[in-house]
């Protein structure tokens, strides 16, 4: 990873902000889109520390689940979720436990710390860039305008 990487650059001034890992990926999602929604970024805090400081699924897979099904999710009473919204989430979990998961020891944000503070600041960056990375290619594959968030046909 390139220190002077535009994303790295950005997870820096919203981490000086004091936003979480899942609050961080899903704010620059929306900023790539035009968008701005404090209250879908303040939902998103529940996923900090892996699911409310409990250590357990790291929020940068947590979060790039969420990210998938604000793409092809259900928002609406009239909308229909894609209905490959799921296979991408198991996509994205799959990947996260090749690359991520099997580097660290596991998926839980405690294996990853490995009881070490600083592990955040070296590993999180790397992990949140990945995982926004993998997310962004898989809907990508999947048709979607990665600025509109529609599909694209």
Known sequence: MEVLDEGYLRL???????????????????????????ELIRA????????????????????????????AGKGLSDEVADSRANSMVVELVEWFERDIGSQYGGIDCLDIMNNNPRNKIERCP???????????????????DLVTGRLEY
Do not use: W
């Open 12 to 38: 820096l001034e919203l981490a000086n902000q004091e936003f979480s890992c899942s609050q961080m990926l899903m704010q620059m999602c929306l900023e790539n889109q035009g968008k701005d929604n404090p």
């Open 44 to 71: 998103m805090g529940g996923l900090v520390g892996g699911l409310g400081y409990s250590g357990k699924l790291c929020g940068a897979l947590s979060s790039g689940a969420c990210l998938l099904s604000l793409y």
């Open 126 to 144: 790397h992990i949140l860039l990945l995982t926004n990375k993998t997310v962004m290619e898989i809907l990508d594959r999947h048709g979607y």
